[in-house]
């Protein structure tokens, strides 16, 4: 996937903004925009971006020795979805398509993205969300139900902190679809932006519903020659792959199907003006792409 002038004014915005969630030092907020300014002169115009939003990661948690610097608001967002996961239950029992609806409330759930904006508060999950769930979806859900009912192994690549409670949602609703599924769920192997790692599947208590793995490495997104010997194993048993979010689609869609042979379906919200042109997509939008 190429990179745009856009994404090199996104990661810098990312970097400052996760130097200060690290740290109070100004001193230490400037070091890390000067590195990161440096890593996008050597490596901005080269490689895909998730590649240098991990490296603007490492640069942050080297600089403010902070190794989590969105503990806190990972846990808020996480508590705030808790609080609001019987009433998504609900309104999936109350559908006259319960498993669609899952899918929907999955989507919905990727607009929480400090990648995207660093400037959240609850009262706007929660109004984006709901916005979301009136959406209608870019793509085929009656297509990937179909290949559900012909899939065994699922891998799902979780995406973000809050989100995951949605995620959760949808894995619910998986099995009781299909009982007889195998469902992995991945987390990161490092904390990384607002990404789901081990300590979200703890709080959400995802890990009493499915297998949990982590990927074995710090990137955001998916990036398969990085990745854990774990992890490995489980993505060649998977007969199918669902990607949430962004960072998973645009770091997958660089492997070609010898490296990727699965069906693959990516879930995301079209935040990126960027992505959605190049997903054929509007902003906005609440995407399935397969």
């Given at each position: 996937m190429p990179i745009s002038l856009d994404c090199i004014i996104c990661l810098t915005r990312q970097s400052l903004e996760a130097a200060r969630f690290a740290s109070c030092d100004e001193s230490r907020h400037a070091a890390v925009l000067k590195r990161t300014l440096e890593l996008v002169h050597d490596k901005g115009f080269?490689?895909?971006?998730?590649?240098?939003?991990?490296e603007i990661q490492r640069i942050v948690r080297d600089e403010t020795g902070n190794t989590d610097p969105y503990s806190v608001p990972k846990q808020e967002f996480n508590d705030l979805m808790l609080s609001i996961r019987e009433p998504l239950r609900r309104k999936i029992r109350e559908s006259a398509d319960p498993l669609r609806m899952a899918v929907q409330i999955a989507i919905a759930g990727n607009a929480i993205d400090y990648a995207v904006r660093g400037d959240w508060s609850p009262a706007m999950v929660l109004e984006v969300i709901e916005g979301a769930l009136k959406q209608p979806i870019n793509g085929n859900p009656d297509q990937f139900i179909e290949s559900i009912v012909h899939s065994r192994n699922i891998l799902y690549l979780l995406d973000n902190c809050g989100e995951i409670v949605c995620d959760q949602i949808l894995m619910e609703e998986l099995c009781r679809f299909q009982p007889r599924l195998c469902i992995t769920a991945v987390v990161r192997g490092a904390a990384v932006l607002n990404d789901v790692t081990w300590a979200d599947v703890r709080q959400v208590g995802?890990?009493?519903?499915?297998?949990?793995?982590?990927?074995?490495?710090?990137?955001?997104?998916?990036?398969l020659e990085q990745c854990g010997a774990e992890f490995q194993e489980?993505?060649?048993?998977?007969?199918?792959?669902?990607?949430?979010?962004?960072?998973?689609?645009?770091?997958?869609?660089?492997?070609?199907?010898?490296?990727?042979?699965?069906?693959?379906?990516?879930?995301?919200?079209?935040?990126?003006?960027?992505?959605?042109?190049f997903a054929g997509v509007q902003l906005g939008d609440l995407v399935i792409r397969r």
């Open positions: 080269t490689v895909i971006p998730p590649l240098v939003a991990q995802l890990d009493g519903l499915v297998t949990v793995i982590d990927n074995g490495n710090d990137a955001v997104g998916t990036i489980k993505f060649r048993q998977a007969d199918l792959i669902i990607a949430k979010g962004l960072a998973n689609y645009e770091t997958l869609i660089e492997y070609d199907c010898r490296e990727l042979p699965q069906t693959v379906y990516y879930f995301f919200k079209a935040k990126c003006s960027f992505i959605a042109r």
